[in-house]
Nanobody, 127 residues
């Protein structure tokens, strides 16, 4: 499975970015898609995830109401719309996948359990 994330960049506080993750090499809808991030000097943390079937979504408390995850199974692409960005959101953002066996939230909180990773895309939010 190959993942290609894009859409990062430099934005001022309060601005928006949309990240994209194109997945190839496997049946896209069989996979949960996750977005995770890692800031310099900090541990990697889960941001959001979306199920392969049913499209239930999960968010970290620190992005609820600001970020929206979505997926287009016809385009094998997942998205992370990020609004009201703050300097604390500065990090490298990664998309990741794992096969969806219906465990929902358990996948989201299992940061180390993702099987396939893309190269990160850097998001920098200036104050």
């Amino acid at each position: 499975v190959q993942l290609q994330a894009s859409g990062g960049g430099l934005v001022q506080a309060g601005g928006s970015l949309r990240l994209s993750c194109v997945v190839s090499g496997s049946t896209f809808r069989d996979h949960v898609i996750g977005w995770l991030r890692q800031a310099p000097g900090k541990e990697r943390e889960g941001v959001s995830s979306i199920e392969g079937v049913g499209n239930r979504t999960y968010y970290a408390d620190f992005v609820k109401g600001r970020f929206t995850i979505s997926r287009d199974n016809d385009k094998n692409t997942a998205y992370l719309q990020m609004n009201s960005l703050q300097p604390d959101d500065t990090a490298t953002y990664y998309c990741a996948t794992r096969l969806d066996y219906g465990l929902g939230y358990a996948y989201f909180v299992d940061v180390g359990g993702w099987n396939n990773w893309g190269k990160g895309t850097l998001v920098t939010v200036s104050s």
